[in-house]
């Protein structure tokens, strides 16, 4: 299970780009002016091979400004969501009425606090640090986040009880469902539980956040994976959409295959793709569930017609998800939920012979060769199949350099002209010949 790290602090102390040095790209979006950070921002990072979930939060300011209070709500959501909180100051500006009230919200939480003096790159400031101690707090490390100083003693303390966790190994099928507030996870679950062939046996979840539950479908067992409030923290967190994404990153992360919920009532929205996107990124299966298709009136078959368009342009993405429309209420259509999440799961454990890859990859590169660039053109060799969950490919070329985009694109699709690899990402890795890793 990773831990989670959230980053608190008043504004303009430095937290967007410590949030981008841990997470090694520019994800927070960083301007010299205070509260330019309004939503909390998620992330997967990895230090010394050890993966956690980071936060970035908006800075609290006992000032009125018009976002201050709804700054003060996701941070207390971020710091209860978290394991560890690194509270990050300003080395220049010292001590102050903000730092103090963050301070009493901290000490409420009782979660591992570590002050982060920021700024700390010159003498002058490095000898104002000791006033910061009057917090109360038993961790104190000094800082550049611009300059990458003391970046490392900061996450070796942060992380030292991190690898202390027991993994267990579950081989069962493991599938979430996952989507924004209100969209009808709460009764998808409900639903499928209550099928007359599922046997139902509550079990203890693994995170704080989500039941795990014990499905038994077709006379085989299942991990249910829920986020959908079985557990309620308050309305806060199933009122307010943005709150639901670190959730939904867990369960993705423990997934074998995520089903993402749509509102049928409502249509496609930029949260549904944000929270797609984390799906894909970790590499998982998925299949997408347009819910409450009772509320559908008019003509279904125009109507479902319409919503495979909409969503292939605004998944564009992942146009191999699978897709079933159905109503969790009335639990019509809700068979056809489960053949497609075995369907996609087993499509994303298939293994490929090295010899039917390597046909694949070379009839397409003898039919559709690659273009030259600046003289040199691209060379595969040999390609073979290297894990699954997702189906990842080694191919062996002579200059990786010279693979394009739109030629990744081209042999993927051909790949999957080929195989059945629907409801899965495949994932194409082009070596150097010679090269390991």
């Not at 800075?59 to 969501?81: L, M, P, R, T, Y």
Request: aromatic share 8%.
């Amino acid at each position: 299970m990773k831990r989670t790290v959230c980053l608190v602090g008043k504004p303009n102390v430095g937290k967007s780009t410590l949030f981008n040095r841990l997470v090694g790209k520019k994800v927070s979006i960083i301007e010299d002016i205070p509260g330019v950070t309004r939503d909390r921002i998620y992330a997967s990072a990895v230090y010394k091979d050890i993966p956690y979930y980071l936060i970035d939060t908006g800075g609290i300011d006992i000032s009125d400004g018009s976002f201050n209070e709804e700054i003060k709500v996701q941070v207390e959501i971020g710091i209860n969501e978290s394991d560890v909180i690194i509270f990050v100051v300003d080395g220049k500006d010292g001590l102050t009425n903000n730092d103090l009230i963050i301070r009493d919200m901290l000490r409420k939480s009782n979660k591992k606090v570590i002050v982060a003096i920021n700024k700390v790159d010159n003498k002058k400031v490095n000898e104002n640090i000791y006033d910061f101690y009057s917090l109360g707090f038993d961790e104190y490390i000094s800082i550049s986040s611009e300059h990458n100083i003391g970046i490392e003693e900061l996450m070796d303390k942060v992380t030292e009880d991190f690898e202390s966790d027991v993994v267990t190994t579950d081989n069962r099928l493991k599938f979430s469902v996952i989507g924004r507030p209100n969209v009808g996870k709460s009764s998808l679950v409900n639903a499928l539980l209550n099928e007359e062939r599922v046997i139902v046996s509550n079990v203890a979840g693994t995170t704080r956040d989500s039941i795990d539950t014990i499905l038994k479908y077709n006379k085989e067992e299942y991990v249910l994976i829920d986020t959908a409030g079985l557990r309620k923290k308050g309305k806060i967190f199933e009122s307010v959409e943005k709150y639901s994404l670190l959730r939904s990153m867990r369960a993705i992360d423990r997934s074998d295959v995520c089903i993402l919920v749509l509102d049928g009532s409502e249509g496609i929205i930029e949260h549904d793709k944000h929270i797609a996107g984390y799906a894909i990124e970790a590499g998982k299966a998925l299949v997408i569930c347009v819910n409450k298709w009772d509320t559908i009136t008019t003509d279904k078959d125009a109507e479902m017609k319409k919503w495979k368009t909409d969503i292939k342009n605004n998944f564009a993405f992942m146009p191999y998800a699978k897709v079933c429309f159905l109503s969790a209420k009335t639990k019509k259509r809700i068979n056809s939920l489960m053949p497609l999440v075995l369907e996609s799961y087993n499509n994303a454990t298939k293994e490929i012979k090295t010899n039917i890859i390597n046909e694949i990859i070379m009839n397409a590169f003898i039919e559709v060769p690659p273009p030259s660039y600046k003289g040199k053109r691209l060379k595969i060799y040999f390609t073979h199949q290297t894990s699954t969950k997702p189906p990842r490919f080694d191919i062996e070329v002579n200059s990786k350099g010279l693979v394009h985009f739109s030629y990744y694109r081209y042999l993927e699709n051909k790949i999957r002209e080929n195989i059945d690899f629907s409801g899965t990402p495949i994932i194409l890795q082009f070596k150097n010949k010679g090269e390991n890793n």
